[in-house]
């Protein structure tokens, strides 16, 4: 197969010596590329042909309206609500609160793909919540693809946040055990630094209220916030209910907005699935965007061939597990919070990642793709098992032009 062909190629720089190129990460503020005696990052670059980022681009532009779509049917309908899993507590501040323009219910959003070694593109989730992985893309990603001389592009997602952060301004960055947890810690450092904007991080366990008002550690009162927290967690967390009270009353205003959590949900996706099924709400270029990228998923177990089971809100893996052809579990994952405990689960076909013959023996790759401001504009790698958990590493995903050698 000729070098313009293949989908993926791996350049692999792990016998470069590595403590210098991690220090230099680190003084660009990617400071988690070793983890205690763990390497995160990968030093090598799965590059990706032109062709299949274009298609992969056009495909998040396509996805982002469908489930835009989707999110807007469903707003005020709480039996549907009910059917992804949102949460009660939720229902009151969803129905107040007003739905932005169209394309702009989450400002801040990644997309992960299966991107097979044939080209084949399949959505797996949304994570338009709470999506980590900004400082990978938008700082290392860069940096180690310019070190390699290979294109990258993902050099306008800081410009993309800038512009969010300036319509939304923020006042509070907030994140669990900020200071200590250093993606967390180093994510939303990044991120204000990026906005220009003059913003305070504090740690979402120092917050708390009163009369509807939310206040920080230091007795601030707190208007405006960004924080990767999240919102399914107020069905759960003590004085969650207080804080869904205060974003409905208005009194703090949230970002990623309250129906960020409906694009999160992976039962968007089964509902898009069956209205696509059904024939209602697309037209005939939305129904091909669903059934060229969107995988078969549903609410129920009901496939004759292999499938995946995963939780609404499952993050890092998560409550995933893997059947085969005969419907016998194949793979779960063990590490990770199994949330399904406290979330329902959808049943998803199974589709195939590429793999990557790495330093580490062959990995599986999931490509990520940043949706800021409405745009997409980052690819982030990660490469590991069949399920990419919290072990997984980080990868840098670039693009090899038509020429490029």
Known sequence: MSREKKVFELLDHSALERAPRVEQLRELGFTWADLEE?????????????GTYRELAAASEKLWGVLDKAVRYVHRRQDLYELLGIPPVLWQMLDDTPLPEPGLISRYARFDFAVSDEGAIKLLELNADTPTGYVEASI???????????????????????????????????????????????TIEALVRHSGLDVTCIDCLDLWLDQGRVYDGQNRRIERMFALYPKEWMAVDEA??????????????????????????????????????????YNEEEREAISRYILPTYNKPVFSGSFVSKSVFGREGGSVRLFDDSGELELEDEEGFDSSTLFPTVYQKRAELARIQS?????????????????PCGLLGRAGGPITGNASHFIALGVRELGQE
């Open 38 to 50: 763990e390497e995160y990052w990968l030093d090598a670059i799965a590059v990706m042909s032109a």
């Open 140 to 186: 290392a990603t860069p940096w180690i693809c310019e070190q390699a001389g290979i294109s990258s592009p993902n050099g306008a997602m800081k410009e993309l946040l800038a512009a969010a952060w300036g319509i939304e301004r923020p006042d509070t960055a907030a994140c669990v055990a900020y200071g200590s947890h250093q993606e967390d810690s180093g």
């Open 240 to 281: 969650g209910d207080a804080l869904a009270y205060a974003i409905e009353t208005g009194s703090l205003k949230l970002f990623n907005g309250p129906h960020s959590i409906l694009l999160q949900s992976k039962g968007l996706v089964a509902a898009v699935w069956g209205m696509y099924e059904l024939g209602l709400l």
């Open 359 to 375: 330093a580490e023996g062959e990995l599986h790759l999931l490509t990520g793709m940043f949706m800021i401001n409405g745009q």
